[in-house]
């Protein structure tokens, strides 16, 4: 069967985020299967189109952006929100583990796979055309499902995902929070690895999914998972990923005598390989660890900004070599999957510390976090701006409603700046509309919306009312 081809018709503004900073003005973009293959004005009347389009999109008005990579998630906390009873703000990250893991606990697939939906709808809703999501949650109701309901959900919404298959292999009884019976050991998780690779890993352009190992954390795994694991992906190309400073260096260093970011460089977990998520409690010294080994870092800012943690310094990390992209992490610590809305907070605490730390980045280099460094994060060169040959992902912002007006001079930095934050007029991924302002189109959100309330209340509301007290 032929690729379809495409013509985005009269677009007000293309940011294509691409090397040059080039912002298309009154452009037409030519989608070939999903690639683009021009981006241009009049290309409908050159003559290599003279044979048409399978499909004319409409784009008057219409400001376009490469679509938003999310490098840091855990789906399975969408049913674990909107509480007041776990009162993250006034907790420490481990107290936050030792509570919400008697909940983690009881998850099944159900709630894998519906969670994982909510999540995917709400980051393609915002714009959001890959996900990586870390799934650590692997209980004696889940089995070993978890990632194979993810890519089911994955395929009908038809998000890019890249799976982090995650574990936790470090038992109670030699100092770890997690529950003994979410607990697995490094040959399992690393078996269960190999499954999952030969089922979904593609590595060619375009791949729709991928895996990526990824121990849930230091200071809950034994050495030889992180050891095992950074072995196992450099034998087969895979990236790799943890958490990393989110509050375990003390707990570390009185274990192995060094922090997390020195013991990692120890035992091999760094590299242009690697990206971990959080990193508030590095200093500027382990900055530079992971600038000189090339080990990416995925930024939650809203998290940090709930749990008072500290806000990375991220202009001073980009000057030290570190690629900084972006995540939502999870819910139970954020409420929600609104890539927008983090990048907006991120950007609007880097400028609170603008004085104290001698400048901050930009609205438009927050957008580039967003998509050209989550793109480098994943190991993707085909992803994370619009240029011809690279990936068609993108969304689409309607600049005709009014709320905008006397905005529109600037497309780059408009997004950030002006907190767009809700959902898109059009998501497109590979070519093919996944959101088209209105609905998602490949599956029927009401009736998913419906099953997911009934699971989550059958499996997590009954079970533990207290929790759920309003």
């Known amino acids: 069967m032929e690729n379809r081809k495409i013509l985005i018709r009269g677009a007000k503004a293309i940011v294509s985020c691409d090397a040059a900073d080039t912002v298309y003005e009154k452009a037409d973009m030519v989608i070939d299967g999903q690639r683009i293959e021009a981006i241009g004005t009049g290309l409908a009347e050159k003559p290599e189109y003279s044979r048409g389009f399978d499909e004319v999109i409409d784009a008057d008005g219409m400001f376009i952006y490469p679509g938003l990579i999310n490098t840091h998630h855990h789906f399975f906390q969408e049913f674990v929100r909107n509480l ?83 574990a936790n292999t470090l038992p109670p009884s030699a100092g770890s929070d997690i529950p003994e019976k979410m607990v697995e050991t490094t040959e399992e998780f690393l078996q269960d690895c190999e499954r999952l690779v030969n089922l979904y890993h593609d590595p060619k352009p375009f791949a729709m999914s991928q895996i990526v190992p990824a121990p849930c954390q230091p200071m809950n795994c034994y050495p030889e998972t992180f050891r095992d694991t950074a072995s196992f992906c450099r034998s087969r190309g895979l990236q790799m990923h943890t958490h990393l400073g989110e509050g375990e260096c003390a707990v570390m260093e009185s274990r192995w005598g060094m922090r997390t970011p020195a013991w990692a460089e120890n035992i091999g977990f760094v590299g242009p390989d690697v990206w971990v998520a959080h990193a508030w409690e590095l200093t500027k ?178 079970p533990f009312p207290a929790v759920w007290t309003v």
């Not at 089911?152 to 298959?165: C, M, S, V």
Request: proline share 4%; net charge negative.
């Open 285 to 462: 010294d382990e900055y530079e660890l992971l600038g000189r080994t090339g080990t990416g870092v995925s930024h939650c800012p809203t998290p940090a900004l709930l749990g008072g943690f500290p806000i990375l310094p991220m202009k001073q990390m980009q000057e030290a070599g570190v690629n900084i992209s972006i995540g939502c992490d999870g819910s139970a610590t954020n409420d929600g999957s609104n890539l927008l809305d983090a990048m907006r907070l991120a950007w609007m605490a880097q400028s609170w510390y603008t004085k104290e730390r001698g400048g901050s980045i930009t609205p438009y280099d927050m957008l580039k976090i967003a998509t050209v460094n989550g793109a480098k994060s994943l190991g993707r060169a085909d992803l994370g701006s619009l240029e011809p040959g690279k990936a068609a992902d993108m969304f689409f912002i309607d600049t005709r409603k009014l709320e905008l007006t006397g905005a529109l001079h600037d497309p780059k930095n408009l997004i950030v700046r002006t907190g767009l934050t809700g959902t898109t007029a059009r998501t497109i991924v590979g070519g093919k509309t996944v959101f088209d302002g209105t609905r998602l189109t490949g599956v029927d959100e009401y009736r998913l919306a419906e099953e997911g309330e009934r699971v989550c209340t059958r499996v997590l509301r009954q």
């Open 84 to 166: 007041v009873t776990i009162d993250y703000p006034n907790m420490t990250v481990p107290e936050w583990i030792s509570r919400i893991y008697q909940i983690f606990q009881e998850i099944d697939d159900e709630v894998i796979y519906y969670t994982s939906m909510t999540a995917m709808a709400d980051l393609l809703k915002h714009g959001c055309t890959t996900a990586f999501d870390h799934q650590y949650c692997y209980t004696v109701k889940s089995g070993k499902r978890p990632v194979d309901r993810q890519m089911e959900a994955a395929g009908q919404l038809g998000i890019r995902y890249h799976a982090g298959r995650g």
